[in-house]
């Protein structure tokens, strides 16, 4: 595959995203951004093993480059990770025209760009993500975050990067379980917005979780189209922004009340869509057809398709700390056809029968 | 005095400031802003006691209202106090349409400010300051942050606040040290902007020092009304907003070498003043008349006007990490006529000369 380039339209907080073989070598972009300034590199030890070494030579323009380790996987997007990147720059002396540089999984794309969103009040930062959901969801758009205990990515803001390279070379390193993470959000965007695209995703899923180079290409390509768009429309979630969640409401009440890191965040949308699209049809919005089409996708890209055995009770309690809730009600994101999704409230004796429904036996 | 009322002109994120007596009982706009919704007042102990019951009075329209605790001295504007309020909106389930009010002075402002800021990426919050620095100064113009131990206000955001009431009844109950403190920023406020505003401080000192209330109400509206004006024209401090840091890179060095808490922003800031007025001289942009007329200006205002006794090495260090520092190279807000100031450089050997001709013996 070739190199596109996208653009997120957000008036002066434009950027383009660059879906390609060899980013992490560097784009003329990157370098222009990266001249004569003080830059830092986010990233952990296996990431920066196998691509730190490229990423500061594409660097070579910059008056310094220091680069920052943190510590892999979901329980380390908290505070102690985001003070280790202050630390640095502060030891390092950098000033507040000093680049960040995001190389990694979304942990390492949330945190640094908080780092970026705070440091000084605000510095510039680039996303290299490296992992198949950083590369379709959250190196785009903006939102930054680090978890807390009570509940997901609660503390954050939104800024957005100056640029997105979306290397797929670096697909071919990941894990099994981290590509169907990532086909997780994937999916989640046809559901939302593209049928026709959830129809290619699930012709494809052989290739796609075989690590196809060609065909995750495309789907990454599509599913960056699939947010820039909706991020464009509505930058700070006011409102369409919000479907991109499909998913998270319950997914994020797994995260949370299993322990971070014990489920991928891909893991916990891909049962939480399962849920959400059960939720549709017990609330008559879809016929049994879309749930169990989602459910067979969700499985099919070998994902989990049942939540923890807790009783309902726990994953409302979760639940009512989500960013949608309003004053301890949650809001959920709900299919009212394939590629049509809309925001509500739901009753209480309808989730708690989806959540029978849908999570182990207990 | 009446009630006044400003305005900063910052297009959608424009607000209100109001300056008058018995604020803090409530007002039109702080009812509207509540109404039926969560609210956090953020305060201390102290402010807590001598006026959360009437403000708590003033927004009997909210749905919920919770009171969050911080600790009192600058020490304590840190991540742990974030957290605070962090553990509270969540252990009350705040949802994002909620509102922070902060109650009290700087410490409280800022630190309620940057959690307004981060909490689920943004919620809105009022300013109610009650210390004379918080009203003149910190209260408006949307810098939030806490502190880094390396460097003061390292980690913060922009978010405006939706109004600001300065209840300048609240001054009465001011201890002398923290009148002196507040007058340090309105006579910064004349030094940078306003020589006639300088002149009326200087005449009418004896009564801001002994906390005369149309002395101090006067001089409260002026100066937020300068702040006003310099933020409405450069909200991020691109420009022009720099020269509200006229004493504040040496200033911070101070309150950061000193350990937060052991000099008042406003006694550091004083001592800066009077260095950034020599080194100022020493660069040949003003006569000896201004750094002398200043000093005696801070002097007259019960500041001290002399640095800790540490070797200008030490200084240096602390101020290569001020936010106007370009890769370690400090920058100081310095004056070419009394009322007009410029950001720029300065050869390390009269930064040198400044620090040994203002500092304590050692």
């Not at 030890?45 to 196998?50: A, F, H, I, K, P």
């Amino acid at each position: 595959m070739s190199l596109h380039r996208l653009q997120v339209a957000l008036g002066e907080r434009s950027y383009p995203i660059l879906v390609g073989p060899g980013l992490v070598q560097g784009t003329p972009e990157l370098a222009e951004l990266a001249a004569g300034r003080q830059v830092a590199i986010v990233t952990n030890e296996r990431v920066n093993g196998l691509y730190g070494g490229p990423l500061r030579g594409a660097l070579s323009g910059a008056s310094a480059c220091i680069t920052v380790m943190l510590d892999e996987g979901e329980q380390h997007k908290d505070w102690a990770s985001l003070n280790r990147v202050f630390d640095a720059l502060l030891g390092a002396q950098f000033d507040r025209r000093c680049l960040i540089v995001a190389l990694g999984g979304g942990v390492v794309g949330d945190t640094a760009g908080f780092a970026a969103a705070t440091y000084q009040r605000g510095v510039d930062f680039v996303q290299v993500p490296t992992t198949l959901l950083a590369q379709v969801d959250s190196s785009v758009g903006g939102k930054t975050a680090i978890n807390h205990p009570r509940g997901k990515n609660m503390i954050g803001a939104f800024h957005q990067p100056r640029l997105v390279l979306a290397d797929t070379d670096t697909l071919a390193s990941l894990p099994p379980r981290e590509l169907s993470a990532g086909i997780a959000e994937m999916l989640k965007h046809g559901a939302i917005a593209d049928p026709a695209y959830l129809d290619a995703l699930e012709d494809d899923m052989a290739r796609l979780r075989a690590g196809d180079p060609a065909a995750l290409a495309a789907a990454v390509l599509r599913s960056c189209e699939i947010k820039a768009q909706v991020v464009g429309a509505d930058e700070r979630e006011s409102g369409l922004r919000a479907i991109l969640n499909f998913g998270h409401t319950f997914g994020h009440a797994i995260e949370a009340g299993a322990g971070y890191g014990q489920w991928l965040h891909g893991e916990a949308v891909g049962t939480g869509m399962v849920m959400a699209a059960d939720l549709s049809h017990r609330l008559g919005l879809v016929d049994a057809a879309v749930p169990a089409r989602l459910k067979a996708s969700v499985a099919a890209a070998g994902l989990p398709t049942q939540g923890p055995n807790w009783a309902a009770e726990r994953y409302v309690e979760l639940m009512s700390v989500d960013k949608k809730a309003s004053q301890g009600i949650p809001k959920f994101v709900l299919l009212r056809a394939l590629g049509q999704a809309v925001v509500r409230t739901a009753p209480a004796e309808l989730v708690h029968q989806t959540l029978r429904a849908c999570s182990a036996a207990h």
